[in-house]
């Protein structure tokens, strides 16, 4: 090998990158420079390759990044393709390509690293009676059509139980061990082509067009190739999170797709919605040329959520991250409205309630309880808009139980009117007046901004005004409005119908189904706590989360209940004492429903002298320690070990908000979004009487 006027073709893989996230600081160093130097030019005559006689497939070769570490370079004898593939101690890494084959699939096209040393995953058992396969109903022409390569079809025929396929299932290919997860669930073949975007005729593959392959949608899931040297660069700084680099064929296709209107990505928890939505603000992003103006706006719901999106984009984007502007969406509001000279205070709860305080007294008004008139207030007045009585007498009270007569109306309009006369008289606003006056200001000024699109996360937490504020964020046109969410998380929001809101979706919705975070064990206890309700898909259907399912497998949740809190105190710190012996301290979370819970909990640490961070919208989650939170706090983040503390009866669901609209939707709601948080670890613990969400999931 040595130097040619042309450049090569780099690939660099996933395993590589994984492998090398976990070398020495020092041995790192070294082998960021070797890449580095790899990707300028992989022929350069400063890189001596050296075949290793041994390795299973001759294209491997190897070379010394320093006496004691090698990495692992696949070269076939056509083409110039280069890839790297692996890094490890000499002695290791001679071993791993012992028991490695790189070929191109002969049915689907797509480059496969084929682990070799398993085919023994399965064992045999005595055969004592007849045992039914797995696949036994499928021939192995089907199998193959898959992309399953032809020396795994003998492991494969071996499976029995669903036991055996999860074994086997770390040595497949990803889209095989998709696709045969789909069948072993009972779709046919037709079905898990059409859902996995299959051809029920592949093209002709050429097996030693390693470069074509490369291209194949699934080769890039574990396949980056040609990197520029920025890319590289924010690759090898954080290499384990995959996300920033390997999409999902589905996945990719939602990011670089044309829609002609609003477009929808719906999913469970896991699915990678945030990782689609941040992937699409890229892609636009990077279609406005360095001359043109134009920007990327990222909204929101909350505000922790939009800082760790913040960072997260940070990492993924190059120049293009000076065109996406990543705010949520009651701080763009309030700004605006300030940039603009309109004066305003937000109320704080407290101020809220006196003034609802005030209005109940003034206007004598005892025929409904406070709760009751403030949940119409929200659900019904703000929800729709309603500025006059006569609005107010003929607006469906759609959702709400107790019915109400015209001059039942008329008198909950005095108080209305009271109330908003307590708040303006200390120019005082809510929030959903900020965002209806941000719209309105926008619409009656037609005031131009400079977005060509906006990309919404956590969409199922907008009520109205913010869907219709939104919709005047941006000119309606392709690829305006590109939002991602799940009704099932849905802490915060009512439901809507975005069609009716301007936003119309119908005809450019989609769904993931692959969870990536959670195990099935994990992910099956969580959907179980939904079980009954009737989850909306944002637009007057259902999501029913039918398929949703996760490929990784591990041991299922503990659920502990203990007699008294002591009890239940010691539990959590003999765990957290456990998990730290094989977990770094940030990879172990424990959360509770309230802040005063959470207090209770960081006192616990504090005594057992366990290095802890509370997380707040004020503390920097890049602090070491044991994060101890609320479950809102932690929506949009994942922990390998999730422990949820405290998951008593009056806690979860509140007692204290048992009279809020949709409240026991919200609270199981709010449980699922706390398990999905967890990656291989769940624990759910409760003392004196548990929540009676959790004796039917045990």
């Known amino acids: 090998m040595s130097d040619i006027g042309f450049k090569p073709k780099v690939a660099i893989s996933m395993e590589f990158l994984e492998r090398f996230g976990q070398l020495p600081p020092e041995v790192r160093q070294k082998a960021k420079r070797f890449v580095e130097k790899f990707r300028e ?6 890189i001596n390759y050296e075949k290793i006689h041994s390795a299973r497939d001759s294209k491997i070769r190897t070379v010394r990044i320093d006496g004691g570490y090698r990495a692992v370079v696949v070269h076939p004898p056509k083409g110039d393709v280069y890839t790297l593939v692996w890094i490890d101690k000499h002695d290791e890494a001679i071993n791993w390509t012992r028991n490695r084959q790189f070929e191109v699939n002969p049915v689907e096209g797509s480059f496969q690293i084929i ?78 082509r059409a859902a996995m975007n299959k051809p029920a005729t592949p093209a002709e593959v050429d097996t030693d067009d390693f470069a074509k392959a490369l291209e194949h949608p699934d080769s890039k899931r574990r396949f980056v190739v040609d990197p520029t040297p920025d890319e590289l660069e924010r690759m090898l700084e954080a290499p384990l999170e995959k996300w920033r680099v390997f999409l999902h ?20 928890a896991g699915t990678g919605k945030t990782v689609v939505a941040m992937h699409r603000a890229r892609h636009l992003a990077r279609q406005i040329g360095p001359d043109e103006d134009g920007k990327i706006l990222f909204t929101t719901f909350t505000a922790n959520l939009a800082r760790n999106i913040q960072q997260m984009l940070q990492s993924l984007c190059g120049d293009e991250i000076e065109r996406i502007e990543v705010i949520h969406l009651h701080a763009w509001a309030a700004n605006f409205l300030r940039e603009h000279g309109i004066l305003f205070t937000v109320a704080e709860d407290k101020e809220v309630a006196a003034c609802w305080d005030e209005a109940i007294s003034r206007t004598g008004v005892e025929e409904w309880n406070p709760s009751f008139i403030r949940q119409e207030w929200q659900a019904v007045v703000q929800a729709n808009a309603i500025e006059t009585l006569q609005e107010y007498l ?40 900020v965002l209806r006056e941000a719209r309105r200001y926008l619409q009656e000024n037609r005031v131009a901004l400079p977005y060509r699109a906006v990309i919404v996360d956590e969409a199922q937490d907008f009520q109205e ?41 119908r005809g450019r919705s989609s769904r993931l189904r692959i969870n990536y975070r959670t195990t099935e064990q994990i992910r099956d206890w969580a959907v179980a706590m939904l079980q009954g309700l009737d989850v909306d898909d944002l637009d007057g259907g259902i999501d029913t989360q039918e398929g949703y399912r996760s490929l990784r497998s591990g041991p299922p949740p503990e659920v502990r209940f203990f007699a008294t809190a002591r009890e239940e105190a010691a539990f959590l710190k003999e765990t957290i004492e456990a998990e730290l012996q094989q977990r770094k301290p940030e990879e172990i979370c424990l959360v509770a429903c309230t802040t005063a819970l959470v207090e209770n909990y960081r006192l616990l640490l504090e005594t057992a002298g366990i290095q802890h ?13 044991v994060r101890v939170a609320t479950i809102h706090r932690v929506k949009g983040l994942e922990f390998p070990c999730m422990i949820v503390a405290g998951a008593n009866e009056g806690v979860i669901p509140s007692r204290e908000l048992s009279h809020i609209e949709d409240h026991e939707a919200k609270e199981r709601c709010l449980l699922y979004v706390a398990a999905t948080r967890a990656r291989d670890r769940l624990v759910i613990s409760s003392w004196g009487t548990p929540s009676p969400y959790l004796p039917n999931l045990t």
């Open 249 to 268: 064929p589905d996945q990719e296709r939602l990011v670089m797709r044309t829609f002609n209107g609003p477009a929808q990505v719906l999913g469970g």
């Open 41 to 46: 030019n992989p022929v350069s005559k400063a």
């Open 394 to 433: 003929r607006v469906p009270r759609t959702g709400r139980r107790e019915k109400l007569s015209r001059a039942q109306r008329a008198r909950l309009w005095e108080v209305f009117a009271a109330y908003q006369d307590a708040m303006a008289q200390r120019n005082w606003w809510e929030w959903h007046d």
């Open 465 to 505: 005004e913010g869907w219709r504020l939104i919709r005047a964020l941006v000119p309606e046109g392709p690829n305006d409005i590109f939002l991602v969410g799940d009704a099932h998380q849905r802490l915060y929001g009512r439901k809507v119908v975005l069609t009716r809101l301007g936003v119309r979706i």
């Open 613 to 625: 961070v509370v997380l707040s919208k004020r503390m920097d989650e890049g602090m070491p320690g």
């Open 115 to 192: 682990p070799i040393e398993r085919e023994e995953a399965v064992p045999e058992k005595p055969a004592a009676t007849a045992v039914q396969g797995l696949f036994d109903s499928l021939d192995d022409n089907t199998l193959l059509s898959f992309g399953l390569p032809q020396i795994l079809l003998p492991s494969v025929r071996k499976i029995k139980t669903r036991g055996d396929f999860e074994n086997l299932m770390p040595y497949l290919p990803e889209e095989v061990a998709e696709a045969l997860f789909w069948l072993a669930e009972g779709d046919s073949p037709e079905e898990v």
